[in-house]
């Protein structure tokens, strides 16, 4: 049995066995965690907007409404319905508010409206 390795074959090892470790390790700081801990999330809210003027044939409407939404922090989802011509947001909103993306729809030139949220 020839136990000589190269120095690839060690590296290997030592990178499998740092991986196994660290999230062996990983695993019992979240077991000695302190029972009093809170865990905080965000806090999601969902804002749907009305946005009659949505009506580009080659979607380009919605590309430039996906787009900027996007860009916005806080910003989580969104889901644009051309037929009904309405795009729901979700976000954290501790970070953005429904206020913030009415301004974001008349600053790109689809003016909307609060209808949910």
Known sequence: MNLKATSRENLVLISALSVILGSMIGMSTAWAAPA???VVQAASATSVFKVPSMSCSDKACETAIYIALHRMPGVEHIQINDMKRTVAVTYDSKKM????LLRTFQRIGYPASLVHG
């Open 36 to 38: 009093s801990s809170v």
């Open 97 to 100: 508010s429904a206020p913030v």
